[in-house]
């Protein structure tokens, strides 16, 4: 015996003790609870995924693999809890092996409160819990779960449509939050957890979430994260290195953009970086408080549209480092963080001359900010604040213009080009200074973007209402003023329309827009595509039926009837069942005869001169002589005849109590015939083959007209008795 095959057989029976020791293991130990039903929901290495319901309405899923995808329209890849316990169902547990929730999993489970989701998921399937009207809470515990699925017909997420679905609990092992996980949920607020370093695109996408925490150990998050979230008005911010935003770090769309009262940002104390476009068009903001001594440094466009002149919340003692920094002096207004009697002076020095003041009497040598503070137990309550400046050897400061403009200010006059200028002032406030001027001549910005509508909708683009596909142009001002040309291409979606084809038996039904069909015909469902456009499906249904067909067959002896599947060669009544093309039942019943093939030896003599017809074959000479006729039923029949030639005479057959006479012999027109009784007999005159060509009644010693017989020889028949005969 094959060594494979052994060991796979060995190896499935060791699955099926697995499995069995599992189901007994899971039976003892279930919270005391007694079990209502289980059974085998997936496939795994080790053993099959099982499930087991409850009588506290807790389904629990075991195993080491992944569930089965399921599917709600096709009633034979039903779930197996569907029919029977869906509305019973108030808890779901997801085992920490699990890796794949199957698709339409819990489908219509309207009764289930809380899913808890184990820690080895990769991947959660679609419609997963569509029609879960009762869902509250998700404990979400998947380390590096990779997708979630749609939730209803392509549209948001498998949570989606759970219309009470208010608490996530987020497990400490968790390290990825992929893509579109929690799009369009009604969330309240949510806290990712320190392990967390994965935010995917659109995860959090139109929640109901009112504030969110961000951890230190976060270093990548989507572009759209938390877009769209019309409630948000706080974010805790404290991610200390994230440096990746939507794809490979840049995106149009900033993880927090569209959220229209998003007024509190605080960003904590260890943050280092800040990545592009993390706070873009974030313009509803009216206050920032950073709890960084150092200020963190900002990537591109991160607080582009965001008010300058909102207060900007600062530890003590930072205000020089903001408001020098090339990013952060963006903002006008930093405010040291917690004090409200804080005053603020500036001052001018001559560069190498010392600075002193009422309040500064110590001399001060550099420009900068410096502090006076009245001490208090946070050290740091009354607080005066002088921002020194320095008229230097070399004042240097930059410009920015668009290309194709001049620069001019109170130094320099018609500047067009890139590069450093340099200007000498004397006198001012006693110092003689250098200006130095750094300028920048930037280029038009060139931006593309795509977009799609349904037929019939419209499409705004800035101003300008579009309801055709193609490519338009739009011309803006940059944050430095300079044009920026914004190219759209837009695609316009006509309705989908899918024809399916499918084939049933009869006495069978097909699922289809929640209705079970048996009649051929053609059937319509309207659906909305992932777009959001009318998708129409035509369905043509084809019931087939099943097939019971009769054969009779006749064949000779020897022969053997093989066609439809059958190989039979004696008489009898067979039976063939089949499938046609279309999986439906095809019974066939053979009725089969087979017909004997016969042999006949006859002997015979004629007189000498005369003719022996052999089945039209005109004889005179002695001989063995063969003919193969078709008996009716169209089988051979062969005739052997032994011929003898002998002397004219008179042939008779005698009994014991009466003899027959015939004559003459051969006879022409007529042949007599003498018995002795009775005085009327029946007579029949048959050919050598058996068939009766003449018959009648003949009385004693008369003669029976033989004129329509051809030349040949014959059997006269009379009272039982046989003689021979020639017809001439």
Known sequence: MNKSFLIQKSIKRIKMFIVLLALIGVSKNVNSQTIVDQGICGSGNLWWVTWILTSDSVLTIYGDGVMYDFDIFNPYSLPPWYSGYRSDIKEVIIGDSITHIGDNAFWDCNNLIAVTIGEKIKTIGNNVFWGCDSLHTVNYNSINCISVGYGNMGLGSVFSFCPVFTTLNIGNKVKTIPDNAFVLCRLDSVIIPNNVTTIGIQSFLACGLTSVTLPDSLT????????????????NYNAINCIMVGFNGWSLFGPFEDCPVFMTLNIGNQVKNISHFMFYNCNSLTSITSLSITPPM????????VPSNIPVYIPCLTYDSYSKDSVWNYFTNFVINGHTDTTFYTAVKCYNVPYTDQDFTTPIDSAGIYYITLVNSANCDSVICLTLTEIPHITNYSATICQGTFYTDDNFTN??????YYDTLQNLKDCDSIIELTLIVDSAYFMPIAARICVGMSYDFFGKTLITGGVYLDTLQTVNGCDSVIELTLSVDSFLFIPITKNICENTTYFFKNEELSVSGI??????????????IELTLIVNSVHFTTIIKNICQGETYNENGFNESVSGIYTQNSHTIFGCDSTIILDLTVNPVYFTKISDSISAGSFYNFNGKQLNISGVYYDTLQTINSCDSTIELTLTITSVGIVEILT?????????????????????????????????TGQILLQGKVQNNSPINIESL???????????????????
Request: net charge positive.
């Open 523 to 536: 059937y319509y469902d309207t659906l909305r595509t992932i777009c959001g456009c009318d998708s129409i």
């Open 710 to 728: 051809a030349s040949g020889m014959y059997y006269l028949k009379i009272a039982g008795k046989t003689v021979k005969f020639v017809k001439e």
């Open 415 to 420: 500047l067009t080009h890139s590069g450093v």
């Open 298 to 305: 900002l990537g591109y466009f991160v607080f582009n549209n």
């Open 220 to 235: 990548s998050i989507g572009a759209n994260a938390f877009g769209h979230c019309f409630r948000l008005h706080t974010v």
């Open 656 to 688: 014991e109590k009466s003899p027959i006479v015939v004559y003459p012999n051969p006879a022409f027109m007529q042949l007599h015939v003498k018995f002795d009784t009775p005085e009327v007999a029946n007579y029949s005159i048959s050919s050598i």
